[in-house]
């Protein structure tokens, strides 16, 4: 089962089928206060992390590209301020994303992804910080770490894999943001190993969670990234188990497809969490551009969905 299906919620009204069926309705007033017409008031399209339900008081989840503010190319939920949206549509796109999930916009705390694996341990006296304004991000990181409730860790992505661990030993969590050039430089041990150190978090009592990002079917990846991608899947062959290849058959010279996903999985049980508690996601984004935004399929100018992870106070 798809553990990051999208809920369509019975408030919503089914209103969910497309991309230009994405809203709900208000009734709007008029300025004497008598009622007006029907206003299209948008409702964001939002799927949990299914099987983290029952851990309670954690909340999980990754958006859609449905039921937002933002106008075309970033249409319409939009959630990252750097790529050239309406500040004002983003940050109401957030708002609605928080007022859905029931967490208070001031929780909603963010770093400047720079495609590296530095891991940020998140504090009370940053909560909040970049919700608003790229340049208040609280750190340049690329994997969110905390073991505090009350603070909503939040990443941007189209296309990277979103990466989730909770330790229900310490009641602490992790959040990571791995592309190619993470996956080399594995972001995801790097976060393993922070919460090992700052939580004692033991690696097999771990859970961890792979969410929607680009496959294999839609990546594929030039000579110089092989070149450090070849010798990374070489080394956690023995990982493979029952996943897939983390790199296909070339389609042509130089060239192949990128499993980031599966090198994600190789990853996490390289650093010691046990397969049966891996949560993999089985939705490609190159391949639903109706659900979700692709940087590498709609050339470079989309919006960024988000992914979040946190525990309630």
């Known amino acids: 089962m798809e553990p990051f299906a999208p809920v369509v919620r019975p408030e919503d009204g089914g209103r969910h089928e497309g991309r230009e069926r994405n809203e709900g309705t208000a009734t709007a007033g008029t300025e004497n206060g008598e009622k007006g017409r029907p206003m299209p008031v948008p409702v964001p399209l939002l799927a949990d992390l299914r099987p983290w339900r029952r851990f309670a008081g954690l909340e999980a989840g990754f958006s859609t590209r449905l039921g937002g503010s933002s106008g075309a190319p970033w249409h319409s939920l939009n959630t990252g301020l750097h790529v050239g949206d309406d500040p004002d549509a983003v940050i109401r796109n957030r708002r609605s994303i928080a007022g859905r999930i029931g967490w208070p916009f001031e929780a909603w705390t963010s770093v400047s992804q720079v ?87 033991r690696p097999d009592r771990l859970y961890a969670a792979i969410g929607p990002s680009i496959g294999p079917c839609c990546y594929e990846v030039d000579e110089p990234v092989l070149q450090r991608l070849l010798p990374l899947a070489e080394s956690l062959r023995k990982f493979g188990g029952s996943g897939g290849e983390a790199l296909t058959v070339p389609a042509r010279p130089g060239r192949a497809g990128a499993n980031l996903k599966e090198f994600a999985r190789r990853l996490m049980m390289k650093a010691g969490i ?13 391949c639903r551009t109706d659900l979700f935004f692709s940087h590498r399929r709609e050339g470079g100018r989309t919006g960024r969905m988000a992914a979040w992870l946190g525990i309630r106070p």
């Open 115 to 201: 495609h590296g694996n530095r891991v940020y341990r998140v504090t009370a006296a940053v909560r909040g910080r970049g919700r608003e304004r790229q340049e208040d991000a609280a750190a340049e990181a690329d994997a969110l770490i905390t073991d505090v409730p009350g603070l909503l860790l939040v990443m941007y992505y189209a296309d990277c894999v979103p990466v989730y661990f909770y330790d229900p030993e310490h009641e602490a969590v992790g959040l990571a943001h791995a592309g190619w050039k993470g996956i080399a430089l594995d972001v995801v041990g790097e976060t393993v190993r922070a919460m090992e150190a700052a939580f004692g978090s």
């Open 274 to 286: 046990l397969p049966s508690r891996i949560e993999i996601s089985r939705w490609c984004t190159g």
